[in-house]
């Protein structure tokens, strides 16, 4: 267990704490409990029994010695009952600080100022996980080529259904084949093509079929979404 924790003697540690600390934990963590820091209190003047605090990826444990050292008295806190944490850095170390849910401040003073940066930093990780929990790292450029095809295939069923709302109400009629002009890449209004027929003078029928046709053009990449919004728009307002 001591080998374990020789990792957190590198950032002005007292070694002394850290050996009591870790002669108690073997009894205190839990079944999955995982150790991922450990800052210990140094005070200007000697501290004989300085106060410690543990992070663990399930909990805080604040540890402070009793009776000369001879006992310990540890408080824990779940990071779901944890609502923030917070550094302040002083002359003389640095204060940490976390608050819960019920609206408690605990804070530690005369914390070495590196190893209150290593505990914020450890602390903001494992509420970050709470608010945003990862069950399967998905490589980013997977996750980008399964959206795509969902985002389109709604896009089908949107217009799928539009169109079959018009089939329900008008009559099947055979489709016409119709030469199309090159369109304007940006048009404020549709212009009707020369020689064509006004829209006001055909019927639904014809109508409708005009509306599937500019639909085929902006899937095949002839129009643009909103060149064809345009032309759905002025169709309907004759239907």
Excluded: H
């Amino acid at each position: 267990m001591k080998e374990q924790f020789k990792k957190f003697l590198n950032e002005e540690q007292d070694p002394k704490a850290i050996e009591k600390i870790t002669s108690k934990l073997n009894d205190l963590l839990m079944k999955g409990e995982e150790v991922g820091y450990i800052a210990v209190q140094k005070k200007p003047a000697i501290t004989v029994f300085p106060d410690s605090i543990i992070l663990t990826n399930k909990r805080i444990i604040i540890c402070t010695p009793k009776n000369l050292g001879l006992s310990m008295n540890f408080t824990d806190y779940t990071w779901d009952d944890i609502t923030g944490a917070f550094v302040k850095e002083n002359i003389l170390g640095s204060e940490f600080s976390f608050s819960t849910d019920t609206d408690l401040i605990l804070s530690i003073d005369y914390i070495p100022k590196i190893q209150a940066r290593k505990m914020y930093t450890y602390a903001k990780e494992q509420l970050d996980l709470l608010k945003n929990p990862v069950q399967t790292a998905v490589p980013v450029q997977e996750i980008v080529e399964e959206a795509e095809p969902e985002i389109e295939d709604e896009i089908e069923e949107v217009e799928a259904e539009e169109v079959t709302s018009f089939a329900e109400i008008l009559p099947a009629a055979p489709a016409v084949t119709e030469t199309f002009e090159p369109l304007p890449t940006q048009p404020v209004q549709p212009t009707q093509p020369a020689g064509e027929r006004r829209l006001s003078d055909l019927s639904k029928e014809e109508l409708f079929d005009k509306l599937q046709n500019y639909k085929k053009l902006l899937d095949n990449g002839l129009i643009m979404q909103g060149e064809y919004d345009a032309y759905k728009k002025e169709i309907l307002s004759y239907m």
